[in-house]
């Protein structure tokens, strides 16, 4: 297939990229900076224009142009400052971008969501919630506690229109912490730091202050990009699928495994903040039924932290 992908120099992107040309899939890649990873320029099957996601006359014309099969939509235009900032920067855009490619023919559009979407079940848990855990599945009400959260249910909201209306097949994927080495020379890790810092600390002999029970279904994102071609794969229409690991890692574990591969003496120092021992679990059971995919961090979150020291 030909492939339209946003977002495809960042670090989720990059996996699916590789994945794409993996399964001999054409990807063409917008983004801002056309020249992030200097290394895509040499991979035969890929290219990438800088294009951003406001650049809106600029993606009219490439699709008038160009024939995809279907947009995997990565890209987040994140500015949280404002809601209406953060509104016309992403979901404005987001929307634009999947009307004009029903528009050309596209058929399909593949939409990266987040978890957030939910977020009020970590930002403002109830009592109950703090002491017994929970469930969150797919067909769980959106209920975002952040602009970020919000833009990404009132996108999926609007996709999901869409489809009704055009008639091009939507499908959406929800990632969680999603971890990993570079895809390639050149190219990048998680932007999040606390497995960099984590592992910094621990190298230099420092202490680990951590959240008792804090953690989450960790996923590597080699495994996450295979839910993205499951899902190009598929015949599915408005499907959502959270893109997580099939169980609770703690960041106790992931300091542990650092002080264990290279055998410092720092001390881990953990904060109880009431925090229950029975966390909240996101339902990925979708994925193995539709995909027949469970995934586990391990033993990618070894190898993230033995490339995070140096060793």
Same mark, same amino acid.
């Given at each position: 297939?030909?492939?339209?992908?946003?977002?495809?120099?960042?670090?989720?992107?990059?996996?699916?990229?590789?994945?794409? =040309?993996?399964?001999?899939?054409? !990807? /063409?890649?917008?983004?801002? #900076?056309?020249?992030?990873?200097?290394?895509?320029?040499?991979? @035969?099957?890929?290219?990438?224009?800088?294009?951003?996601?406001?650049?809106?006359?600029?993606?009219?014309?490439?699709?008038?142009?160009?024939?995809?099969?279907?947009?995997?939509?990565?890209?987040?235009?994140?500015?949280?400052?404002?809601?209406?900032?953060?509104?016309?920067?992403?979901?404005?855009?987001?929307?634009?971008?999947?009307?004009?490619?029903?528009?050309?023919?596209?058929?399909?559009?593949?939409?990266?969501?987040?978890?957030?979407?939910?977020?009020?079940?970590?930002?403002?848990?109830?009592?109950?919630?703090?002491?017994?855990?929970?469930?969150?599945?797919?067909?769980?009400?959106?209920?975002?506690?952040?602009?970020?959260?919000?833009?990404?249910?009132?996108?999926?909201?609007? =996709?999901?229109?869409?489809?009704? !209306? /055009?008639?091009?097949?939507? #499908?959406?994927?929800?990632?969680?912490?999603?971890?990993?080495? @570079?895809?390639?020379?050149?190219?990048?890790?998680?932007?999040?730091?606390?497995?960099?810092?984590?592992?910094?600390?621990?190298?230099?002999?420092?202490?680990?202050?951590?959240?008792?029970?804090?953690?989450?279904?960790?996923?590597?994102?080699?495994?996450?990009?295979?839910?993205?071609?499951?899902?190009?794969?598929?015949?599915?229409?408005?499907?959502?699928?959270?893109?997580?690991?099939?169980?609770?890692?703690?960041?106790?574990?992931?300091?542990?495994?650092?002080?264990?591969?290279?055998?410092?003496?720092?001390?881990?120092?953990?904060?109880?903040?009431?925090?229950?021992?029975?966390?909240?679990?996101?339902?990925?059971?979708?994925?193995?039924?539709?995909?027949?995919?469970?995934?586990?961090?391990?033993?990618?979150?070894?190898?993230?932290?033995?490339?995070?020291?140096?060793?």
């Amino acid at each position: 297939m030909n492939i339209l992908l946003t977002g495809g120099t960042g670090f989720i992107g990059s996996y699916i990229a590789m994945q794409l =040309l993996s399964e001999n899939h054409t !990807v /063409t890649i917008l983004a801002r #900076n056309a020249n992030k990873v200097p290394a895509f320029h040499a991979i @035969p099957g890929l290219q990438v224009l800088e294009i951003g996601m406001t650049d809106y006359e600029k993606i009219t014309l490439l699709l008038q142009n160009t024939q995809f099969d279907t947009c995997i939509h990565v890209a987040l235009n994140y500015n949280d400052t404002s809601a209406y900032t953060m509104l016309m920067n992403d979901t404005a855009a987001s929307i634009y971008l999947a009307s004009e490619c029903a528009k050309y023919g596209v058929s399909h559009f593949i939409y990266t969501s987040s978890t957030a979407a939910n977020d009020s079940v970590y930002s403002n848990p109830s009592p109950e919630i703090l002491q017994n855990g929970s469930h969150v599945s797919t067909s769980s009400k959106h209920d975002p506690h952040s602009y970020y959260g919000a833009t990404k249910a009132a996108t999926e909201n609007f =996709l999901w229109g869409i489809t009704g !209306v /055009t008639g091009m097949r939507v #499908n959406v994927v929800r990632p969680g912490y999603t971890f990993g080495n @570079p895809v390639l020379h050149g190219a990048y890790t998680q932007p999040d730091r606390r497995f960099h810092s984590i592992a910094q600390a621990i190298k230099e002999g420092k202490d680990v202050e951590l959240v008792q029970n804090d953690g989450t279904q960790f996923i590597w994102a080699g495994d996450l990009a295979k839910i993205y071609t499951a899902v190009l794969n598929s015949n599915f229409n408005k499907r959502t699928y959270f893109g997580l690991s099939n169980c609770f890692t703690s960041w106790l574990e992931v300091a542990q495994t650092a002080k264990q591969l290279c055998n410092s003496q720092s001390n881990i120092i953990l904060n109880d903040l009431g925090w229950s021992d029975k966390p909240i679990i996101f339902d990925v059971s979708d994925i193995e039924r539709d995909f027949g995919y469970s995934f586990s961090p391990y033993p990618h979150i070894a190898q993230h932290v033995e490339y995070l020291l140096g060793l």
